[in-house]
């Protein structure tokens, strides 16, 4: 089974996802994981049996996380 998993952070570090995808992994899952980055990291990346699917973010519409209700511009992104 192909299971997609959605962090709003940087990946890596974050031991309860790494955890998490280790156990769907080792389950016998396909793991994808969706994560936003401001630095600069592959946009497609593997951790252990994991694929990794990174997409930058702006400075404006991570901090426009705090208002996402009231400006679109945040779920804007993860939509794409």
């Known amino acids: 089974m192909k299971i997609l998993m959605l962090l709003e952070w940087e990946f890596p570090p974050d031991v309860r996802v790494e955890n998490e995808m280790l156990a769907l992994t080792e ?3 396909e793991v994808h994981l969706a994560c936003s980055t401001r630095k600069e990291k592959p946009r497609e990346d593997s951790h252990g049996k994991a694929i990794i699917h990174r997409k930058k973010i702006s400075t404006f519409v991570y901090k426009s996380s705090v208002g996402c209700l009231k400006f679109p511009f945040y779920f804007s992104f993860w939509k794409s």
């Open 27 to 29: 389950a016998g899952h």
